[in-house]
């Protein structure tokens, strides 16, 4: 009995902090051949940041509005690929899922607590943005809460979670996939 007491209680102590994707969504393995064509729509490929027609050809990038994960619904999940390989995983973090991704993963680092003003009419209507990470064997992951006044001065409260391939999001920095994460950039990314 206190064995079973003893490893229930030490459970958090021995979580993954490796993140290696989500689900069965793996960095660097998952093919877009391998995804489901009725859980998610290929998107118009992206732009070269500052072009509005030069085209980033070797990045394909997949929405499902929702999807079921091992129990727990995520909404508007964004999968990206580079050179036919997933890169880049990108979604909603809801309350269920950081319960599930915690229960998994332990905590990550917090990060420096972000102030901006992107409400040009009211300067004191400001954006806070808060972050925690966790990193292992090249993979950045970044949960990004925002709350406070966005760009149009409306009232803003979202969280969203990335998993990517730092050394291909280097790479693929010049690509305008700011829509993913609009707040991912104004994040000071850990090294």
């Known amino acids: 009995m206190k064995v079973l007491i003893f490893a229930l209680l030490s459970s958090p102590l021995f979580a993954q902090p490796k993140v290696e994707g989500l689900g069965k969504f793996r960095i660097g393995i998952t093919t877009p051949d391998s995804i489901s064509a009725s859980n998610f729509r290929e998107q118009e490929p992206p732009v070269v940041k500052g072009t509005l027609t030069l085209v980033c050809a070797n990045i394909r990038l997949f929405k499902a509005d929702a999807i079921e994960i091992q129990g727990v619904f995520i909404p508007d999940l964004f999968l990206v690929f580079y050179e036919n390989r997933l890169f880049r995983i990108t979604c909603a973090y809801n309350d269920l899922l950081e319960k599930a991704f915690g229960g998994r993963h332990g905590k990550g680092k917090t990060g420096s607590v972000q102030t901006l003003v992107e409400c ?58 700011e829509h993913l994460d609009p707040y991912l950039e104004k994040i000071p990314l850990p090294h």
């Open 120 to 177: 040009d009419k009211e300067k004191n209507r400001r954006l806070t943005l808060e972050s925690e990470s966790w990193q292992a064997d090249g993979i950045l992951t970044l949960v990004v809460h925002a709350r406070g006044y966005n760009v149009q001065c409306q009232h803003l409260q979202s969280s969203r979670l990335t998993i990517a391939s730092q050394s291909i999001l280097a790479i693929t920095s010049e690509c305008d996939l």
